[in-house]
């Protein structure tokens, strides 16, 4: 029902930048929130960033200050853009989707997950 694609990732030095890109696409009827994930080798999927549709954010304590989470509603995109990249930020990112479809629309809203854009960030 929903569909997202992300882009942005890529190698960088320590201390650059990256900006994540992720559309939702599909039959949407609404999204309360959303947000973008990551998971480096040998670890567990952990939340990096989320944003709800009224525009309220939370951060992993590891990239506050250094990441920023926007959302587009118009385009039902969100971004991330990360500053000061630290080698402990490699990992794959995932963008995710809390939303309804026309299908769901009366019922509680759904996660939905893209297919993960490779964020490396060397020393």
């Known amino acids: 029902q929903v569909q997202l694609v992300e882009s942005g990732g890529g190698l960088v030095q320590a201390g650059g930048s990256l900006r994540l890109s992720c559309a939702a696409s599909?039959?949407?009827?609404?999204?309360?929130?959303m947000g973008w994930y990551r998971q480096a080798p040998g670890k567990q999927r952990e939340l990096v960033a989320s944003?709800?549709?009224?525009?309220?954010?939370n951060y992993a304590d590891s990239v506050k200050g250094r990441f920023t989470i926007s959302m587009d509603n118009a385009k039902n995109a969100v971004y991330l853009q990360m500053n000061r990249l630290k080698p402990e930020d490699t990992a794959a990112y995932y963008c995710?989707?809390?939303?309804?479809?026309?299908?769901?629309?009366?019922?509680?809203?759904?996660?939905?997950w893209g297919q993960g854009t490779q964020v490396t960030v060397s020393s």
């Open positions: 944003i709800s549709s009224a525009g309220g954010t």
């Open positions: 599909g039959s949407i009827f609404s999204i309360a929130a």
């Open positions: 995710n989707c809390n939303a309804r479809t026309l299908v769901t629309w009366n019922r509680n809203p759904r996660d939905y």
